[in-house]
């Protein structure tokens, strides 16, 4: 009898161990159906993708016809054709470079011109673009003396750019009050104003997506600042503008955006710096 005792108290605990594992599996395999939650937004989007947000997908170009569609809702005008005569085939490869180290202490702009730390940067990335073979197409630099000279230090290494210009829109300024701000930068608002709808008016002319008239794939370089970079990046990743100051860029570092055909914008890199020496790296 005392053995049968042992081998009843043995099949309690056996049932109860199996009933904990059945629950564990069951358990488990409920957790394995739920998708729970993320921290962000779990299934919707806290902002859906603007497509038009450049004012250029084909229902902005075409006209809306007059007439109707058929029953079928065919239209009846050809005006499904004019929609392809204007839609995008090509992706624009934005390059933005932003300055060599400059003198700080220049009182005027004339005076704020590179270092010869800074000539070594630009110089440094010009090769990197001398590498990397792109096909440039174009050159656009802001009209500020250090932007100035680390173009012209750029352009020694590039060959076949068709097209360069000089641009007062993409001089360096206050683009919009940051957040969260920053107590050792503070801007008159006046400045907000002013410089905020000068660079906004850069974003707005050059980045977008190409135009039908575009048969392959473009690189063009902007040699600016890092405000206006940090602005376009947030502004072309449709992400809150005043989050601009929380990136950093290096001196003569390489930021690389692709506006797609679609309307679909990508950040290919960020302030790349790696190609320089640890030495010559700088951020003011």
């Given at each position: 009898m005392h053995w049968m005792r042992k081998i009843g108290r043995l099949s309690v605990l056996a049932a109860t161990a199996g009933g904990a594992i059945a629950g564990y599996v069951i358990a488990s395999e409920e957790n394995r159906k739920?998708?729970?939650?993320?921290?962000?937004?779990?299934?919707?989007?806290?902002v859906k993708w603007d497509w038009n947000w450049d004012r250029r997908g084909v229902h902005s170009l075409v006209k809306p016809p007059k007439s109707k569609g058929d029953e079928n809702n065919n239209n009846l005008d050809g005006h499904d054709d004019r929609y392809e005569k204007v839609r995008p085939t090509a992706s624009r490869h934005l390059i933005f470079i932003r300055h060599g180290q400059y003198n700080l202490e220049g009182p005027t702009d004339h005076e704020r011109y590179l270092t010869s730390l800074g000539r070594e940067q630009a110089a440094l990335t010009g090769l990197r673009l001398q590498e990397l073979t792109y096909p440039y197409?174009?050159?656009?630099?802001?009209?500020?003396?250090?932007?100035?000279?680390?173009?012209?230090?750029?352009?020694?290494?590039?060959?076949?750019?068709?097209?360069?210009?000089?641009?007062?829109?993409?001089?360096?300024?206050?683009p919009i009050p940051p957040e969260p701000p920053i107590g050792s930068w503070k801007p008159e608002m006046h400045k907000f104003y002013a410089d905020g709808a000068r660079i906004e008016a850069a974003f707005r002319k050059y980045i977008h997506r190409a135009p039908a008239s575009q048969e392959k794939d473009s690189y063009e370089v902007f040699v600016c600042h890092a405000n206006v970079i940090r602005y376009f990046v947030c502004r072309a990743l449709q992400l809150p503008p005043e989050a601009w100051l929380r990136l950093t860029l290096h001196n003569g570092s390489i930021t690389h955006l692709v506006?797609?055909?679609?309307?679909r914008v990508g950040l290919w890199q960020l302030g790349e710096c790696g190609y320089m020496p640890p030495e010559k790296l700088s951020r003011t």
């Open positions: 739920t998708a729970l939650a993320s921290w962000t937004t779990g299934y919707t989007p806290s197409s174009r050159v656009v630099y802001s009209t500020m003396t250090r932007a100035t000279e680390t173009a012209e230090i750029i352009l020694k290494k590039l060959e076949n750019v068709e097209v360069i210009e000089r641009c007062d829109l993409l001089r360096e300024g206050a506006v797609r055909p679609d309307g």
